[in-house]
């Protein structure tokens, strides 16, 4: 497909998907208009880049719908001085949609496969203010905390400890919380010592692992 179906297709994708749901920021708009998602996906699955759905990505991982980056990015309510982490790296297509609103994006990923390949995916277009970290992500990037915005794509059973503490002040963290069934996205917001949450919608995301994640047999 050529190029500029692509961006015809990213232009459907954005009016109809995004912005007919409700998410107005001209900024996040312009940035979903501008990522190229089908150069996250596979191969194969290319021409689905823009459907209104999730994507598997290899590594039993997927992509999510694309309303759902926008609508997680959009609850970070980044102005664009931001440093912001993401959890759960991925393909790498929401560490390129965050590098576009924020001034730096730290993302980490367990499974090495995948963070390479989202490495040097990011590298190749040029998304030179984001760094992938391969790693443990339940207990956060503490090297690069404070961070004003977290983002956490895969289903965590409560709020990891570290995620908390290595958020600013007034800082928002924006994760799914629940088991296998499916999770309540939230958003948690520092003040001093306090954190104010709330709910926002149903969502079905892969586990989070590792130490502040869900087990194997808890999960199953
Ligand atoms: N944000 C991604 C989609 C993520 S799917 C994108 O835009 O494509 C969830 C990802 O979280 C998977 O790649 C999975 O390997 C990763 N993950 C699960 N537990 C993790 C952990 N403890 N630390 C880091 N990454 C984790």
């Known amino acids: 497909m050529a190029v500029d179906s692509f961006a015809a297709l990213r232009d459907k994708m954005v009016t109809e998907q995004i912005e007919r749901r409700g998410v107005s920021d001209p900024r996040l708009l312009e940035a979903l208009r501008t990522v190229m998602r089908h150069m996250f996906v596979p191969d194969d699955l290319q ?9 598997a990505i290899g590594s039993g991982q997927t992509i999510s719908q694309p309303y759902i980056v926008a609508l997680m990015t959009h609850l970070l309510h980044l102005q664009g001085g931001e440093n912001v982490l993401e959890i759960g790296t991925g393909s790498g297509y929401q560490a390129a949609v965050l590098s576009r609103l924020a001034r730096t994006v730290h993302t980490v990923e367990r499974f090495a496969p995948l963070a390479s390949r989202a490495r040097q995916k990011l ?9 992938v970290h391969t790693h443990d992500g339940s207990l956060g990037w503490p090297e690069a905390a ?12 409560g709020p990891p400890p570290p995620l908390l503490a290595q958020l600013a002040e007034g ?16 958003v948690w917001q520092r003040h001093g010592d306090n954190y104010a949450d709330e709910d926002i919608i149903y969502v079905q995301f892969v586990p989070l692992r590792g130490a502040h994640g869900w087990s194997q047999a808890h999960w199953d």
């Open 47 to 55: 021409s689905m880049a823009y459907d209104d759905c999730p994507l």
């Open 123 to 131: 590298h190749a277009l040029h998304y030179d203010n984001v760094v």
């Open 146 to 157: 404070p961070y004003q915005g977290i983002l956490v794509t895969a289903a965590a059973p």
């Open 171 to 186: 800082g928002r963290l924006v994760l799914p919380v629940g088991g296998r069934s499916g999770q309540t996205l939230q």
